[in-house]
């Protein structure tokens, strides 16, 4: 019985990661990675702002994943080992509608700021870092007050255009991506756009520093670079110096 333990917790690895590559993960890199290898692979999927406050409270797992900020601190705090960091992805902010729903004109600041607010719920979250970076842009221009706002503290936006809550829906593109039943009007225009960098880390002292090292590997592989690309990712593989 002991045996089978330590077998079983030296297969498992634990990975606390930004919810913006799940489809990336689930629907690419994961299935190879555990076809490949003898390892198994749990999550904990939350923003990054709510992964650095259960990191800042003590909660740890074999390998981290999250925005290139948060990972700075991170290392400087000394609680990932910076050899093993790597640039995996960058995540757009984008509008998605219910599947079958029109497509509002978002292709200038204007036409973005007109469909916001015509819009008869605009669905976005308040704890991820697209939501809080979403309410100053809305204060910005002008519509904090004029918006028909349907918040959720965490998770996919997009489950409120589903449930008809909203028609709009406000994330990364990676984000709403995770969501049947809904479509990509597209990107924030560029001159509101926020790209969002993401990287993986082993933290220090894992459980399973060989399956970890195994599976930093699968996220910097060929797979894993059509993987992020399928999933509205931008993949920084191919781009050392992004």
Do not use: C
Request: proline share 5%.
């Amino acid at each position: 019985m002991t045996s089978r333990l330590v077998e079983k917790q030296r297969r498992h690895v634990a990975v606390m990661s930004a919810i913006a590559v799940k489809v990336a993960f689930e629907r690419g890199i994961v299935p190879a990675f555990e076809a490949s290898t003898d390892f198994d692979l749990s999550f904990v999927w939350q923003p990054t702002t709510v992964l650095m406050r259960q990191i800042g409270e003590g909660d740890r797992a074999d390998v981290v994943v999250a925005i290139d900020d948060s990972m700075d601190r991170l290392a400087s705090d000394r609680i990932i080992e910076p050899r093993t960091r790597a640039k995996i992805a960058r995540a757009s902010l984008g509008v998605a509608v219910r599947k079958g729903a029109p497509h509002p004109d978002i292709s200038t600041v204007e036409a973005f700021r007109d469909a916001l607010v015509n819009a008869k719920g605009v669905a976005y979250s308040t704890g991820g870092a697209s939501g809080i970076y979403f309410t100053g842009l809305i204060s910005r221009l002008g519509v904090s007050d004029k918006l028909a706002a349907v918040t959720i503290p965490a998770g996919f936006t997009a489950e409120k255009l589903v449930t008809g809550e909203a028609d709009l829906a406000i994330q990364q593109m990676s984000e709403l991506i995770s969501v049947p039943g809904v479509e990509i009007v597209g990107p924030f225009p560029d001159e509101v756009q926020l790209a969002t960098n993401f990287s993986a880390a082993m933290f220090k002292g894992p459980r399973n520093e060989g399956g970890a090292a195994a599976f930093l590997q699968a996220l910097v592989s060929k797979t894993a670079h059509e993987a992020y690309e399928a999933a509205g990712l931008v993949s920084r593989l191919n781009h050392p110096a992004s």
